[in-house]
């Protein structure tokens, strides 16, 4: 059985009278963060926001109706995980500071660009030419079981695992928003080129539809400015986004396909709902288990695990009770509490912090809008991996140097804001 399909039988059967009051308070849970979200206009808002749509607001309600929990624990968890949104924003409160570029930064970054877009998807095809022949968005839990099992055997290299998460989530979104920003069409056309191949290469959808994402952000960016709306509404801007993009549209889709709700449940559970719901499993699951101490992680050369199988495996067998092999890989608070507990999610909270607090120094003088989606795929990741994982593997600490090769901007500013003459983003 599809394992996205057979996970909603484990989905509880709620009773939606009986727990409204909790339904209430996970709803108020989820609003504390806009006392502090609007208070600053850093590029990485663009990852902030995007984590509290698709990470707090379902962990706050799915928190509150998990009644396997006391209902002491589980508004306290709820509430922990506002605290930790709160964590995040102590990056918003530190100055960032200027990062001095290397010399030939630039050329040097260019060429290695170039020469990745010319061998990266030419290394991937020749190395893995069955991949291409049955391309398919609708059977890649099948082949995703294939592919792990020829990892673990070592005939599909781990390098190349790697290849495609740097490519996919890194490089062609970059290509993408560059080519949209400066109206250069084949930028755009080799970065869907690079994301297709490393999606047919890595089966992972992630991959490919990360560029497509940060596309429609972009389009939606252009689109705000020109009814003159400020940086300063990304949170407003990207908030649309979702709202439309990700939850109305889908609607219109089935309708016009006369499926039944396929696209939007699809949709709808991927992108926000899993993220509560794995949440809310992983600490019902773990939580009388010993904590791992990242022995599943970058301990696990030092600290031996007590599972036989990754922590992720162990949960998705759970949740599909053992039929389907799933890995059901949580974001970055889960991973952390699975861990060490609630001083985890405080640690992965401050490793969030550090990443965004670092893209906004490489930041420093370089064309916000640009920035803020070239790093958006972020959002995307750590939804679904841990903070260090996501940098390395998933190519995020790429995306952050990327930053330095997006060219410099003075904005001009609105009416309503400071008459001088603006200048590069510089808080």
């Keep these: 059985m599809n394992s996205v399909f057979s996970l909603t039988l484990r989905l509880p059967q709620i009773d939606l009278m009986s727990i409204l009051p ?6 108020l849970y989820a609003l504390i963060p806009l006392l502090w979200i609007s208070r600053s206009d850093r590029p990485s808002k663009s990852i902030y926001i995007f984590l509290y749509f698709s990470n707090l607001i379902p962990i706050s309600f799915f928190l509150v109706a998990d009644h396997e ?3 002491l ?39 290695i660009i170039w020469v990745l877009v010319i061998f990266g998807p030419t290394y991937l095809v020749l190395t893995n030419p069955t991949a291409f022949a049955n391309v398919s968005f609708f059977d890649v839990y099948e082949k995703r079981l294939e592919l792990r099992d020829a990892v673990n055997d070592g005939s599909f290299s781990r390098i190349n695992v790697y290849a495609t998460n740097w490519m996919g989530v890194a490089l062609a979104p970059f290509l993408a928003v560059y080519g949209f920003q400066t109206r250069r069409p084949v930028y755009i056309g080799m970065a869907v080129m690079i994301a297709f191949v490393a999606f047919a290469v890595s089966t992972h959808k992630t991959v490919f539809f990360t560029t497509i994402i940060v596309l429609l952000f972009a389009a939606s960016t252009r689109y705000a400015q020109r009814l003159r709306l400020s940086i300063d509404g ?5 908030a649309f986004v979702i709202v439309i993009g990700f939850i109305t549209i889908p609607y219109f889709v089935d309708i016009l396909l006369g499926a039944g709700p396929v696209t939007s449940w699809l949709t709808h559970f991927r992108i926000f709902q899993n993220n509560g719901y794995l949440t809310s ?29 990754s922590y992720s495996r162990r949960v998705g067998d759970y949740i599909t009770q053992y039929e389907a ?61 841990p903070v260090h994982t996501g940098l390395i593997s998933n190519g995020i600490a790429i995306s952050m140097m990327l930053i330095t090769l997006l060219p410099k901007k003075t904005p001009t500013p609105r009416l309503s804001q400071n008459p001088l003459p603006g200048a590069p983003y510089t808080a």
């Design 281 to 309: 499993v992983y600490m019902e699951f773990f939580g009388a288990q010993p904590i791992l101490l990242y022995a599943d992680s970058f301990l696990s050369g030092i600290i031996q695990s007590d599972f036989d199988l």
């Design 69 to 71: 929990m006391s209902i």
């Design 325 to 385: 092999r799933n890995n059901a890989n949580a974001n970055f608070l889960a991973d952390g509490y699975v861990n060490l507990g609630y001083l985890g999610m405080i640690f992965s909270s401050l490793q969030m912090a550090l990443v965004l607090w670092l893209i906004d120094s490489l930041a420093r003088g370089r064309d916000m809008t640009l920035v803020a989606f070239t790093v958006l795929p972020a959002g995307l990741v750590f939804s679904n991996v």
């Design 73 to 111: 624990v589980r508004h306290f968890r709820a509430l922990f995980c506002v605290l930790c949104f709160f964590i995040i924003y102590f990056a918003y409160l530190v100055p960032t500071t200027s990062i001095k570029p290397l010399r030939y930064q630039s050329q040097i970054g260019w060429g």
């Design 234 to 238: 990304i949170a407003l801007n990207l």
């Design 22 to 27: 909790d339904i209430a308070l996970g709803y």
